[in-house]
C-alpha cells in the first residue's frame, strides 16, 4: 500500500487494515463473503441472517449471543464487500445476492442495521426462503432527505481521510461516539480500523435490481417488517422508520419499535432489548406460518371431498 492510501484511510493516526486472514471454524467463506457463526444450535428453532451498517462488521451483533431470548437460534452475520474479513469487490456484484447466497438454502430470519436493512429488505424480494426482514436504524433509497444531510466527501479539508471525515458528517455516528460507553466506542472504532475505505478509493460496482428507490417499492416487500431505531438516533433514520412502518403492508407490530437509551447501534447499545424485540416478532412469524399451514390443509381436505 502506498504511502498516500496510507494517508487517505488513516483513522486518527490507525491504518485501516483487514484483520489477520486466519482459518476459524466460526467463518464460512462463501460467494467471496466471509459470513461469521456468531451462534451454533444443533435444532435451532430460528436462524437469523445478520447484515451490519456501513464502516461496522460482523462484530457489531457480537452482544447478541447467550442472551436468554435468542439461546435456541443460529445466529450468522456477514461481512459485507469491503468490510471486516471480507475483500472488496474485483467486480460486479450485489449486496442482495450475496445476502441471499449466505442464506444457503435455509429458511432465515433478515436482521440489518443501517445500510444493512437496505440490503436485507431488497434481499428479501424474489426469495422465498426468507421469512421476515428487521430493520434497525436503516436508510431508504429515495428517502427525501434535507440538503443538510449530505456532505461532498471530496471537498472535505479534513487532513486524517474521508473516513473520519464521513463520521465526523454523521449526526448518527456523532451521538453514539459522544454519548455510549467507553467499550460501545471502541468496539466502533475497532470495526472502522478493518474497513478497506474502498467506497473512497475506487468507484462502487454493485449492480441494482432495478433503478426505483426502495421507498416506491416497500409496499411490495413479501415478508413482514420490523421497523426500529434508536431513542437517540438522527432525525431523519427516526423518520425513515416510521416511513417503512407505514409503507410495508405487513408489519410486526401496531408501531415501529424504538430501542430506549439508544443511538444509532442498538445491537451494540442495547442488545437485551433488540433480541427480546426480535424473539417477540419471530413467534408471531411462527403462528403465521402455523396458520397459513393449517389454511392450507383445509383446502386441500375440501377439495379432495
Not at 49 to 66: E, G, M, N, Q
Not at 114 to 127: K, V
Not at 131 to 140: F, K, Y
Request: net charge negative; proline share 6%; with cysteine.
Amino acid at each position: 500500500m502506498s504511502c498516500t492510501e496510507q494517508r487517505l484511510l488513516a483513522f486518527r493516526g490507525l491504518s485501516l487494515r483487514p484483520p489477520l486472514r486466519q482459518k476459524n471454524r466460526n467463518r464460512v467463506w462463501t460467494c467471496k463473503l466471509y459470513v461469521r457463526v456468531l451462534q451454533e444450535r444443533p435444532e435451532p428453532r430460528h436462524t437469523a441472517v445478520l447484515v451490519h451498517d456501513f464502516l461496522t462488521d460482523s462484530r457489531l451483533f457480537a452482544r447478541l449471543t447467550d442472551i436468554q431470548e435468542l439461546s435456541d437460534c443460529r445466529l450468522l452475520a456477514v461481512d459485507l464487500r469491503g468490510h471486516g474479513y471480507s475483500p472488496p469487490p474485483s467486480d460486479a456484484y450485489s449486496h442482495a445476492d450475496d445476502i441471499r447466497t449466505a442464506a444457503g438454502d435455509e429458511r432465515v430470519h433478515l436482521v440489518g442495521v443501517g445500510f444493512g436493512g437496505i440490503h436485507s429488505l431488497e434481499a428479501s424480494f424474489d426469495c422465498p426462503l426468507v421469512r421476515s426482514v428487521s430493520v434497525i436504524g436503516s436508510g431508504l433509497p429515495g428517502h427525501a432527505w434535507p440538503q443538510s444531510a449530505y456532505t461532498h466527501l471530496e471537498l472535505e479539508e479534513d487532513p486524517i481521510s474521508p473516513v473520519v471525515a464521513f463520521i465526523k458528517a454523521s449526526g448518527a455516528w456523532r451521538d453514539t461516539l459522544e454519548n455510549a460507553a467507553p467499550d460501545v466506542v471502541a468496539e466502533l472504532k475497532a470495526m472502522v480500523r478493518s474497513y478497506s475505505g474502498f467506497h473512497f478509493t475506487q468507484p462502487d460496482l454493485e449492480i441494482r435490481a432495478t433503478i426505483e428507490p426502495l421507498s416506491l417499492r416497500l409496499k411490495d416487500v413479501p415478508v413482514r417488517v420490523l421497523a426500529g431505531v434508536g431513542e437517540r438516533d438522527d432525525e431523519q433514520f427516526r423518520a425513515i422508520a416510521k416511513e417503512i412502518h407505514r409503507g410495508v403492508k405487513r408489519t410486526a407490530f401496531d408501531e415501529h419499535v424504538v430501542f430506549e437509551k439508544t443511538g444509532h447501534f442498538a445491537t451494540l447499545e442495547n442488545p437485551h432489548q433488540v433480541a427480546r424485540t426480535l424473539r417477540e416478532f419471530w413467534e408471531l412469524i411462527e403462528k403465521d406460518e402455523a396458520k397459513n399451514q393449517l389454511e392450507k390443509q383445509d383446502t386441500t381436505h375440501i377439495r379432495s371431498l
